[in-house]
Nanobody
Framework: QVQLVESGGGLVQAGGSLRLSCAAS????????MGWFRQAPGKEREIVAA????????YYADSVKGRFTISRDNAKNTVYLQMNSLKPEDTAVYYC??????????????????????WGQGTQVTVSP
């Protein structure tokens, strides 16, 4: 089981930027499909961005395309979510997720919550108008 700890959330004005970090232990991020999800009050958890297990493919939700960038630093065993041009509708708790195990595709991008079996505690992002 991989342990994930998010950080970097906070309060920012619309148009601003934040970088979220997800530090992993127990498993290399380079060996796992990884994703960022978010959940706003009263809404379901939704995918924001994801890596394939190989890291060669990425996915972005349409709502964040061109503004958010997912990346990883294998040496630090950390995944990042750079968020630029933030909007009030980006306000949510952001979660990092990892898919454990080895018997799954290295190139497929997993975008559903049920595809992941390790989750961080979440970090709050609040964007003011």
């Amino acid at each position: 089981q991989v342990q994930l700890v998010e950080s970097g959330g906070g309060l920012v004005q619309a148009g601003g930027s934040l970088r979220l970090s997800c530090a992993a232990s127990g498993r290399a991020v380079g060996s796992s499909a990884m994703g960022w999800f978010r959940q706003a009050p009263g809404k379901e958890r939704e995918i924001v961005a994801a890596f394939s297990r190989s890291g060669g493919s990425t996915y972005y939700a349409d709502s964040v395309k061109g503004r958010f960038t997912i990346s990883r630093d294998n040496a630090k065993n950390t995944v990042y979510l750079q968020m630029n041009s933030l909007k009030p509708e980006d306000t949510a708790v952001y979660y990092c997720a990892a898919r454990g195990g080895t018997l799954y595709s290295r190139t497929y991008i997993y975008t559903k919550s049920i595809d992941y079996n390790s989750w961080g505690q979440g970090t709050q992002v609040t964007v003011s108008p």
